[in-house]
T-cell receptor, first 114, second 113 residues
């Protein structure tokens, strides 16, 4: 089945540690995204990538880093510089161009900082 | 930049009633307005969308209306069912070839049997 796979589903981290969230898609989509979801704040864009080896900061990129070495993979690293990292993280992908604007989301990764 | 406001934050209805969720956007250049449904523990899923050259779109029990002049768009769900219970997000973007969507803050809909 085609889709987006995020791992791990739950992650606990001590303060001061970096952590990497995995996102893999087999939809052959060019564009990929990372969103952060907090209660009452909707979804906020962290980083996005339209093509391999290229990515741009979203609205809340501070304290995060990404890479896009392969079309199907877009990992997100939450660094120790992120002041409030506890959140639900969603990865998504979409076709680049075309008539449909649909984002396809993974099931998310919940990060808790202890 | 674009800002999307969504109301209400929570909505409780009886099964069979209608539910309406409203959003406003700030950037008149936005021309694509999707609605996503997020069930507990899952990622959001597109349920309906509308482009700015259309005033209304229907898909079975759900419909979306758009008022470009007032920069309002709304989601209407008729004959609600318990499985409609979820969080609904509106969003807006300028369709630049990829979707840099700005989302509303979400509405938690609870449909009671």
């Amino acid at each position: 089945d085609g889709g987006i796979t995020q791992s791990p589903k739950y992650l606990f981290r001590k303060e001061g540690q970096n952590v990497t969230l995995s996102c893999e898609q087999n939809l052959n989509h060019d564009a990929m995204y990372w969103y952060r979801q907090d209660p009452g704040q909707g979804l906020r864009l962290i980083y996005y990538s339209q093509i391999v080896n290229d990515f741009q900061k979203g609205d809340i990129a501070e304290g995060y880093s990404v890479s896009r070495e392969k079309k199907e993979s877009f990992p997100l690293t939450v660094t120790s510089a992120q002041k409030n990292p506890t959140a639900f993280y969603l990865c998504a992908s979409s076709m680049r161009g075309g008539d449909t604007g649909e984002l396809f989301f993974g099931e998310g990764s919940r990060l808790t900082v202890l | 930049g674009e800002n999307v406001e969504q109301h209400p934050s929570t909505l409780s209805v009886q099964e069979g009633d209608s539910a309406v969720i409203k959003c406003t956007y700030s950037d008149s250049a936005s021309n694509y307005f999707p609605w996503y449904k997020q069930e507990l523990g899952k990622g959001p899923q597109l349920i309906i969308d509308i482009r700015s050259n259309v005033g209304e779109k229907k898909d079975q029990r759900i419909a979306v209306t758009l008022n470009k002049t007032a920069k309002h768009f709304s989601l209407h769900i008729t004959e609600t069912q318990p499985e409609d219970s979820a969080v609904y997000f509106c969003a807006a973007s300028m369709n630049t070839g990829f979707q840099k969507l700005v989302f509303g803050t979400g509405t938690r809909l609870l449909v009671s049997p």
